[in-house]
């Protein structure tokens, strides 16, 4: 069974910073990325050398794997509090890195952040 859980998630001030972790079970997939509610936040390939990120989250976030783990992280850095919401973790089996939403096999079932000013 694939499963997808996301974890890190929290309340913090705008400018601080949180990891969020996504812990994959069940098989490995070709690319991951992080999605808030149904929007783009950051993807990666296989082997995480090739990442791409929204332009709202550029140079703040960073996406990474974990393939001995099967652990895929977002690094939050600099929040604001538009960056508040709900971050779900996604998985596909296509090679590549992908935008869009229903290009994704496996979802989690999400972690809040909250971040107030």
């Known amino acids: 069974q694939v499963q997808l859980v996301e974890s890190g998630g929290g309340s913090v001030q705008a400018g601080d910073s949180l990891r969020l972790s996504c812990a994959v079970s069940g098989r490995s997939f070709n690319a991951y990325a992080w999605f808030r509610h149904r929007e783009f936040v950051a993807s990666t390939s296989w082997g995480g050398a090739s990442t791409d990120y929204a332009d709202s989250v550029k140079g703040r976030f960073t996406i990474s794997r974990d393939n001995a783990s099967n652990t895929v992280y977002l690094q939050m850095n600099s929040l604001k509090p538009e960056d508040t919401g709900v971050y779900y973790c996604?998985?596909?089996?296509?090679?590549?890195?992908?935008?869009?939403?229903?290009?994704?096999?496996?979802w989690g079932q999400g972690t809040m952040v909250t971040v107030s000013s």
């Open positions: 996604a998985a596909s089996r296509r090679m590549g890195r992908f935008t869009r939403v229903d290009l994704y096999d496996s």
